[in-house]
């Protein structure tokens, strides 16, 4: 049988892996790296660059390059690349496309499915996003699974007792807190929490800002509005950061960076690890608040958690690893790569969708609370957060007007019971109720989460049986005929 592949599509990285004699195994990709910068490209030529090639653009030609595109899917139409605007999914199929060659590649045989890893709190509309490019990548996207989930089971895939377990995720790009208890091959999550707009990304654009202002301080020059040299600060951040976690102090030194009226002008100064971390306190206090509600969710104390992992390169840093021992009393598991344990998890899905792994299941939850807006601003809520995906449930609403034809249904997610505290996720009409006295008509409405976490709603007149039905996220993702032609210019492409 055709294997399925485990991608850990990152917003900083992507990683492909496979299982073989029922162990996953990360594959080395073409240039004989395991990670692929998630970073796409176009050449002068309008060749399509993907992974280290077009990281190494973006020096020379920043407008050209394109990286942390995770954080647009399903919420940006459009993002600039080469001048031209392109589709978020467009831009990740890229990126797709890349691991499914060098899969292919290293595996032989055509590969044409995948297990799709996600941050644990996307939306539908990130969700459906994700699937929007494998498809036009040439794969299909059998699952869509949260990342948190992924790592546990790569984690615990070899557990021989029982135990509660709490994953830290904090990637380039989002922070994800999952806990699960693993019982006979069974991954059951019982809370997640996290910020989908906080990670490593936000520590490099710190280091950024001070050394700009740095910059501009000595030479009164802002190199912010000098793309070339924006993307070398960029790059140096982003070294520095990571040479931060096993250093006190490093240097940063970039010759010609720009010029000014006496000539070429460089950096050179010194970064110490207490300064980035002073710089980025407020990042690291916004890592609790989401720990803190996941314990509380699961209705569990720091003390009756077994074992704590680490992933997403952003957990290397002294001062979270520091955080985490100080929130929740213990130290973190070692011996786990946290750059390569989603991608690990996601293949053993797959092997155990492709019937290669056995006796393992994951039941995963929803990571926010589904409803739907009544009289007054006021909320109903249909399913609650953290329940056990796949999941239904309904539930019988009626008109607030006399004679009333037509029933807005505007679909919340998010725990406040006031319309405006939560996010409006989609709106869809009833029409043709049959006239009435408020309050008469009998309108069922049911909510459906696929194993996926994409929601669907569908809203029935009792009487009449009339029906409408939305599937939460249609409005943004693309169209059939969209993917269709998108399909068909990736065909002619290399994604290299």
Known sequence: MPKIVGIDLGTTNSVVAVVEGQEPT???????????????????AGERLVGSMAKRQAVAAPDRTLSSVKRHMG????????????????????????????????????????????????????RQATKDAGTIAGLEVVRIINEPTAAALAYGITATQDQTLL?????????????????????????????????????????????AERFQADHNIDLTRDRMALQRLKEAAE?????LSSLISTNINLPFLTSGEEGPLHMDIDLARSRMELLC???????????????RDAKLTPAQIDSIILVGGSTRMPAVQDLVKRVLGKEPVKGVDPDESVA??????????????????????????????????????????????????????????????????????????????????????????????????????????????ILRVEAIETETGIKQQIKIGSHRALQPEEIAQLQKSFATGSGR
């Not at 594959?27 to 050449?43: D, F, K, N, Y």
């Not at 070294?239 to 040479?243: G, L, Y």
């Open 281 to 295: 306190a407020d990042l690291l206090d916004r890592l609790v608040p989401p720990t803190l509600t996941a314990l």
């Open 75 to 126: 919420v940006s139409e459009f993002v600039s690349l080469a001048g031209e605007q392109m589709r978020p999914q467009a831009v990740s199929a890229c990126i797709l496309q890349k691991l499914k060659a060098d899969a292919e590649a290293y595996l032989g045989e055509p590969v044409t499915r995948a297990v799709i890893t996600v941050p644990a709190y996307f939306t539908d509309s990130q």
């Open 167 to 211: 994953v830290w995720d904090l990637g380039g790009g989002t922070f994800d807190v999952s806990i699960l208890h693993i019982t006979d091959g069974i991954f059951e999550v019982l809370a997640t929490s996290g910020d989908m707009n906080l990670g490593g990304d936000d520590w490099d654009a710190r280091i950024v800002a001070w050394m």
């Open 26 to 44: 990360v594959i080395t990709l073409a240039e004989g790296a395991r990670l692929c910068p998630s970073v796409v490209g176009i050449t002068r």
């Open 344 to 453: 690990r998890g996601a293949a053993l899905q797959a092997g155990v969708l492709n019937a290669e792994v056995q006796g393992v299941l994951l039941l995963d939850v929803t990571p926010f609370t589904l409803g739907i807006e009544t009289i007054g601003g006021v909320v109903a809520s249909i399913i609650e957060k953290n329940t056990t995906v796949p999941a239904q449930n309904k539930q019988i609403f009626t008109t607030s007007l006399d004679g009333q034809t037509v029933v807005n249904i505007r679909v919340y997610q998010g725990e406040s019971k006031s319309a405006t505290g939560n996010t409006l996720i989609g709106t869809f009409s009833l029409i043709g109720v049959p006239r009435a006295p408020k309050g008469v008509p009998k309108i069922e409405v049911s909510f459906d989460v696929d194993a996926n976490g």
């Open 239 to 243: 070294k520095a950061k990571v040479e």
